[in-house]
């Protein structure tokens, strides 16, 4: 039986972007997304993405100049680097060719290593076995593989390892991991099988964190980073299939602008929260508009759902809100008091202050941005409702006269917003981390 493969839009935008000068652009790859052309060529990928964003955010008439001289295969994720120019090109293929380059990985591991660092050395062939590539290892004709690994965190049944290339072959992290006893999780090639349903793992957990190269164009060294977000904890609370069932699960996701709250779409180019690998069978708690971002809790807890979303249990949201002008005392103080919206309803009494530039300096920026007026000063408020009508608080401020410009929900009663939880991500949290 042929596996049905999985629907993919590979959208890029600027928080995907790990560097970029005038000769390179490294891309933060996700789990799932081709970096080449496959057999089907209507199948998205990465180089014709990373095209397509170029040329328009550059307002290019033509397609960019791109080359690629590395891989990462489909279900690994991390860094990818493309030279932008011809110039930068033979760099690029000397640096790969060579082995010119500091390339580290990470990886979450079935077992523990053996050792807590060691090189591993195997000589590797490639065979085809039932239409299927892999590397296998042989005692003569083979191509020498050597990684370094390090164990950087160990529980009961899973690592993190930090794998060092020395070599640069197929597969080489996932079988000489496997080869050794510490197959990386998930790895249907070359991993265990009933620990990967174990996990409900599908696909490597293996990522691509670190790179660095000497380039002789600006002679300087370029290091590119990818934080390896991975921890042990998310991994057991799901070790077993058959005591997830009816687990309770909880996770909050920092949900970007122009994506629907949903996990359907009507359209392919729309982007909705089945593009965001998120974990199955759990449910929005509430809901944030497509053109809002911020704090959305996911749960498979319908009792929690419930209680966040009816607003007879008035539970308090926080909002940060970007409007048109600074509102004066009286302003604000009409916002607190309630105002009448769309609908004749009358708003609660809430809690509203403008924020101060040190509070807002961390806010990542819109893709793509919101529309100024050069003319026209914006600023920041907070403010905090126990009731959420259909676009509640842009009416609010907009009754008061000051339009919204960008809505980020930051909180749900106790559960905020985690500083290092990046648009577009999320993290698993327990149930005694917050409270109703």
Excluded at 365 to 382: A, F, G, K, N, S
Aim: hydrophobic share 30%; net charge positive.
């Amino acid at each position: 039986m042929t596996k049905e493969i999985k629907s993919i839009n590979i959208r890029l935008d600027v928080k995907d972007i790990l560097f970029e000068d005038d000769n390179y652009i490294a891309v933060n790859k996700k789990s799932g997304h081709p970096v080449h052309q496959t057999l089907d060529p209507n199948r998205p990928n990465l180089f014709n993405a990373l095209k397509s964003y170029i040329k328009q955010r550059d307002k290019l008439e033509s397609d960019p100049y791109l080359a690629l001289h590395h891989r990462l295969d489909v279900n690994t994720s991390g860094i990818v680097l493309f030279a932008k120019t011809k110039k930068a090109n033979p760099v690029l293929s000397e640096v790969f060719k060579d082995r010119k380059a500091t390339k580290l990985y990470r990886a979450i591991c079935v077992g523990k290593p053996p050792q807590n660092h060691a090189t591993i050395e195997h000589f590797l062939k490639k065979e085809r076995i039932k239409r299927i590539e892999k590397m296998v290892p042989v005692k003569s004709g083979g191509q020498k593989t050597i990684t370094e690994y390090k164990l950087i965190e160990s529980n009961d049944g899973l690592s993190i390892v930090e794998f060092k290339l020395i070599t640069g072959r197929m597969h080489q992290i996932r079988v000489q991991s496997a080869l050794n006893g510490f197959p990386c999780l998930g790895d249907n090639l070359y991993g265990e099988t009933s620990v990967n349903k174990k996990y409900n793992q599908e696909g490597q957990v293996l990522h691509a964190y670190y790179f660095k190269f000497f380039d002789p164009i600006s002679d300087t060294d370029i290091e590119i980073s990818s934080p390896f977000n991975y921890k042990l904890d998310s991994f057991i609370e799901n070790s077993s299939n058959s005591n997830n069932r009816g687990k309770k699960q909880y996770y909050i996701f920092n949900k970007p602008y122009n994506v629907l709250c949903q996990f359907t779409k009507q359209t392919q180019e729309e982007l909705a929260l089945c593009d965001y690998d998120l974990p199955k069978e759990i449910y929005p708690a509430g809901r944030l508009d497509k053109d809002s971002e911020g704090l959305l809790f996911l749960t498979n807890d319908g009792e929690l759902i419930n209680r966040i979303a009816s607003p007879k249990f008035n539970k308090e949201k926080t909002y940060w809100v970007q409007v048109e002008r600074v509102p004066t005392t009286n302003a604000l103080n009409e916002l607190k008091r309630g105002v009448v919206i769309k609908g004749g309803h009358k708003t609660r009494p809430c809690k509203a202050r403008v924020l101060s530039e040190k509070e807002t300096a961390k806010i990542a920026d819109r893709v793509p941005p919101i529309r100024e007026r050069q003319t026209v000063p914006t600023c920041w408020l907070e403010i905090k409702i126990t009731e959420g009508k259909n676009r509640q608080v842009r009416r609010m401020t907009a009754k008061i006269g000051h339009p919204t410009l960008r809505l980020i929900r930051k909180a749900i009663g106790s559960i905020s917003m985690q500083d290092d939880l990046i648009p577009g991500t999320f993290k698993q949290v327990s149930k005694d981390q917050f409270k109703f």
